[in-house]
C-alpha cells in the first residue's frame, strides 16, 4: 500500500484551555503570515506479508518513506534574508545560491512527469522502478525474507495515481513478474491501511514533536521532514499489521452492507468501523499475531 501525506511546519490545538489561577496561561502560536506556514508532503510504502488470510495476523513491513521533492534551477541570484523587528525583510550580502545553481524544493506528486527546471515535479515511476520493486523483489526472491509470496499492490484512485504512463508502467512491469497491481475502489478511504490507521497515528506523534523542538513558532522545512522522519522510523509495525487487519475486516462489513454505507453504523449501539483487531490479536515485534493460536482457512473466491 502506498499514499501521499502532508505534514504541517504549524499546527495549532483546538480546545486549548486557560486558567490563570491555576497557572495555565493563555498561549499564541507565532507566524508572521497564514502564508509562511508550510507543509512537506511525504510519501509511505508499507507491506504486510500473512499467510491465507489476514486473519491470522502476519508481519508488516516499511518499505520507504520519501520526500516529495524535486531540482529546481536558480533564475538569480538569491541572498539571505532576514526579518526585522517592525516586519520588514533585509537581505543580506551573503549569498545562498546563484543563476543556474540546481537545489531541491518541495513540490507536487505526479504518476511519471519530472516537470520543469522551474516547477518541478515528484513522479512516482521511478520511485516504483528504482526504490520500491527493487526492494520487494529481494523479499520475495530466493532467498529472500518472503521467498515465495506473491506482492499485491495498492494505491488509491487520485489523480497522480491515474497518468496513463506510469500505470501502464507498474501494471506491465508487475504482469511480467507474476505480481498484482490492484488500486483500490475510488471514494472509499475506509480501505486505505494509510489514511486508516498509519497516518492519523504519525500526524498525532508529529504535532507532539514538532513542538518539543519549535514550540508554538513555525519550524523550517527541514525540521518538519525530519521530525516526520522520525515519527516514521519510530512508528512499530504491529500499528501498521493492525491498520491492514482492519481494512480487510471493514470491506468485509461493506460487502455485507451491499456497497452502501450501513456500514460505518448508525445509532450509539452500532459497532460501525471497530474491527475488533486489539480483542482478537497481540503485539509482535514484526505485526500482530492470533491471541487464539487457530489458523484461519483461506477465504472462498
Partial sequence: MYDEKCFWDLVTRRGAKACQELGI???????YHKNHINKVMGIAFTAMAFEDSLDNGGSAEKLAFIRA????????????????PDGNVKF??????????VY?????????????????????????????????EQMVGVGGKYEGYTPVFQGDNAGPHQDATYVAGVT????????????????????????????PCMSRRHIDKCREVGGLKVLPEDDTWENAELVWNQLPNSKIASGYIQAYRI?????????????????KRSEG????????????HNGLSRKDGKKISPPNN
Fill in 25 to 31: 496561561d493563555q498561549h499564541f502560536f507565532q507566524a
Fill in 69 to 84: 521533492k524535486g531540482k529546481k534551477v536558480a533564475s538569480r541570484i538569491q541572498r539571505k534574508a532576514v526579518r526585522q
Fill in 92 to 101: 543580506c550580502v551573503d549569498v545562498i545560491r546563484r543563476k543556474g545553481d
Fill in 104 to 136: 531541491d524544493v518541495d513540490c507536487a506528486v505526479t504518476g511519471s512527469s519530472p516537470g520543469t527546471p522551474n516547477d518541478p515535479k515528484c513522479p512516482l515511476l521511478p520511485i516504483f522502478f528504482n526504490i520500491i520493486f527493487p526492494r520487494v
Fill in 172 to 199: 506491465n512491469y508487475c504482469k511480467e513478474k507474476g505480481w498484482h497491481w490492484e488500486p483500490q475502489a475510488p471514494q472509499m478511504p475506509h480501505m486505505n491501511v494509510l489514511d486508516l490507521s498509519v497516518f
Fill in 251 to 267: 470491506a468485509e462489513k461493506v460487502i455485507r452492507a451491499k456497497g452502501n454505507n450501513d456500514f460505518l453504523g448508525n445509532g
Fill in 273 to 284: 468501523i471497530h474491527a475488533g483487531v486489539r480483542n482478537d490479536f497481540f503485539e509482535t
